[in-house]
């Protein structure tokens, strides 16, 4: 067998242990990677199946995509005990429902930085930002 099936067999295997880590379904977490100064950065982006809205959960660096992806890996075996929960309230523009997502992050920049993940600011208004308690 050629070294990049093993690469390509060992990114399909990280993939599905991150879907399955996180519990989503496929479909709903895309995997997106680009060039980046010689290296790859991997956006994990989750997609809500119920006002199908995207949102970036986090990017990692690597000095390829499967370093990428295992070290996307490791954060989402461990990112409840090092981020604080935070719970954005929003609507899109045209819309009238408004809408709540929750994010992982260090700080309240850092979630909205998330949930303004490829979007235009103006796209999206925010009414409020909370810090959950923390359990």
């Known amino acids: 067998m050629e070294v990049s099936n093993d690469v390509h067999v060992e990114s399909a295997r990280v993939q599905r242990l991150?879907?399955?880590?996180?519990g989503m379904q496929p479909g709903n977490l895309l995997f997106d990677y680009r060039q980046l100064d010689g290296q790859v950065r991997l956006d994990l982006i989750t997609v809500?199946?119920?006002?199908?809205?995207?949102?970036?959960f986090r990017y990692e660096v690597g000095y390829d995509k499967l370093d990428a992806l295992r070290k996307m890996l490791a954060y989402v075996q461990n990112f409840?005990?090092?981020e604080s929960s935070y719970t954005i309230q929003w609507r899109a523009r045209g819309d009238k429902e408004l809408q709540?997502?929750?994010?992982?992050?260090?700080?309240a920049y850092e979630a909205l930085d998330k949930l303004y993940y490829g979007r235009d600011l103006n796209t999206i208004t925010v009414f409020s930002v909370v810090l959950n308690p923390s359990s």
């Open 48 to 56: 809500n199946p119920r006002h199908h809205q995207s949102f970036l």
């Open 80 to 82: 409840r005990d090092n």
């Open 18 to 22: 991150i879907e399955e880590t996180l």
């Open 100 to 107: 709540t997502s929750y994010f992982r992050a260090h700080n």
